[in-house]
Structure formats: structure tokens, C-alpha cells
Nanobody, 126 residues
Framework: QVLVVESGGGLVQAGDSLRLSCAAS????????MGWFRQAPGKEREFVAA????????YYADSVKGRFTISRDNAKNTMYLQMNSLKPEDTAVYSC???????????????????WGQGTQVTVSS
């Protein structure tokens, strides 16, 4: 069973930066496609960013492009999300997700991922 655990959330002010981490265990991390999703109160879960097994392919939602950077360290079995220029509308629970290999159709589709973390809260005050 693959276990994914997020960390690094917190309360920050608008314009600040934050780095989230996602550690995976129980599988071969270097084979996993990984993604970040977020869910704000009263809203549906939405795609944030994704990265392929090697890190050579990265994908972003338009709302975070240019501000967020996804990366991974396969030697540490860990994926990261560097979030800069945070806005109040970035406030949400951020969850990481994993799957073996690339998705069949769409990196942004939550159904493509098999394992999910519990999430970490990010709150951006104005």
C-alpha cells in the first residue's frame, strides 16, 4: 500500500511564499506520476500542478502558472510545491496524489490518481 503524506502548510500573508512537501512510501517513487490538488471551503477540488516520474514534464493550472513550481527528489521520495506571491484565493487544503506512470488522458483529472494524502491547510491572509 502506498502512503502519501503532505507537510508544510500554514498561515501566511498575501505576497509571501510557502513550500509544501509530499513524501511517498510503500512503492517505487521514481515510477510515480505525482500531482497537487486543492480544495477551498464550499468549492470543488481543483488541479494545481503535476509532474512526471523523472521531473522532465511539469503541468500547471493557469491560476498558478508563473507563481508555483512543482519539483521532485526521487532520492528522497519527495515531491515539492514552491508557492510564491501567494494570494488569498490560494487558501485551501492542498493534497498530493500519486499514480504509477503517466495518466491515461489528463494530468489534471483527479480520477487518474490512485493514492491520496490527507491534505495540509494553506491560509493566505490579505
Amino acid at each position: 500500500q502506498v502512503l502519501v503524506v503532505e507537510s508544510g502548510g500554514g498561515l501566511v500573508q498575501a505576497g509571501d511564499s510557502l513550500r509544501l512537501s509530499c513524501a511517498a512510501s510503500g512503492g517505487t517513487f521514481s515510477r510515480f506520476g505525482m500531482g497537487w490538488f486543492r480544495q477551498a471551503p464550499g468549492k470543488e477540488r481543483e488541479f494545481v500542478a503535476a509532474i512526471n516520474w523523472s521531473g522532465s514534464g511539469t503541468y500547471y493550472a493557469d491560476s498558478v502558472k508563473g507563481r508555483f513550481t512543482i519539483s521532485r527528489d526521487n532520492a528522497k521520495n519527495t515531491m515539492y510545491l514552491q508557492m510564491n506571491s501567494l494570494k488569498p484565493e490560494d487558501t485551501a487544503v492542498y493534497s498530493c496524489a500519486a499514480r504509477v506512470g503517466d495518466p491515461w488522458t489528463d494530468w489534471a483529472a483527479s480520477y487518474e490518481y490512485d493514492w491520496w494524502g490527507q491534505g495540509t491547510q494553506v491560509t493566505v491572509s490579505s
